[in-house]
């Protein structure tokens, strides 16, 4: 079993078929060995062996890939790494998702202290209003996002959201490539968002996980917030089986 791992691990990180000299010599294994593991796996088509004698994934792990998929949730998955990051910090914890010109929340898991969150499930504001909102279109094409600010970047309540298009635009750019966006204060009066995004394999941003709380705990450790909302992220993603973007 140990060996046949290695095998498909190996032909997994180079994303190719490969000989069976080159997976022995990567695996730090005697030829014979592989040889005798690779034979095993053609004939269970785990592997399937080309004309010139390389290997790569079989059908059979195909069909067990696509069963697994289909036993995955997103919003499942997604849900319980949420309530998994409400217990770590001790604050609000919501999922974020792009409706259109908007962001809605999709989810979330109230703190357990006496601080109040206006944006419950199913509210929807513009999105660059949040934090949530910049990454959910920091992948979309320069020219789009743009069209899009323009469309949609609306004054906010407390007057401190930016509606500059080209600045929202570059913002939603930089925001998804540190794979972290903070706001404070831009919805709602001394309230504070620290959100990382969620990428498919394709690497769009097809939601955020984001933590919600007073403004001043971000100022006093932003660090800390930043640190465990991008590690739910990567739970997620790879819960999903999306880390190879």
Known sequence: MDRALQVLDFLYETGSPSSVYAIAKAVG??????????????EKNLLSRDADGSVWLGDRLYHYGLAYARSLDFLGVAT????????EVSE?????????????????????????????????????????????????????RLELFRRCARSSPTGR????????????????????????????YAVACVAA????????????????????????????????????????EKMMGWRSH
């Open 29 to 42: 294994a005697p030829l014979s060995t592989i040889y005798v593991t690779v034979d095993d796996m053609v």
């Open 80 to 87: 319980r790494e949420m309530h998994d990051l409400g217990r």
């Open 92 to 144: 609000t914890i919501q999922l974020c998702g792009r409706d259109g010109d908007y962001m809605q929340v999709l989810a979330m898991a109230d703190g357990p202290g006496h601080f109040q969150v206006t944006s419950r499930v199913g509210t929807r504001v513009p999105l660059n209003w949040t934090a949530s909102g910049r990454l959910l279109v920091g992948h979309l094409p320069a020219d789009e």
């Open 161 to 188: 959201a930016d509606i500059d298009p080209a600045t929202l635009s570059t913002q939603a750019e930089s925001a998804l490539t540190a794979k972290l966006s903070i706001q404070a204060g831009e919805s709602d």
């Open 197 to 236: 995004p969620i990428l498919d394999d394709k690497g769009s941003c097809v939601a955020t996980i984001s933590i919600v709380l007073p403004e001043q705990k971000v100022l006093d450790d932003r660090d800390h917030y930043a640190r465990h909302v991008q590690v739910s992220a990567e739970r997620i």
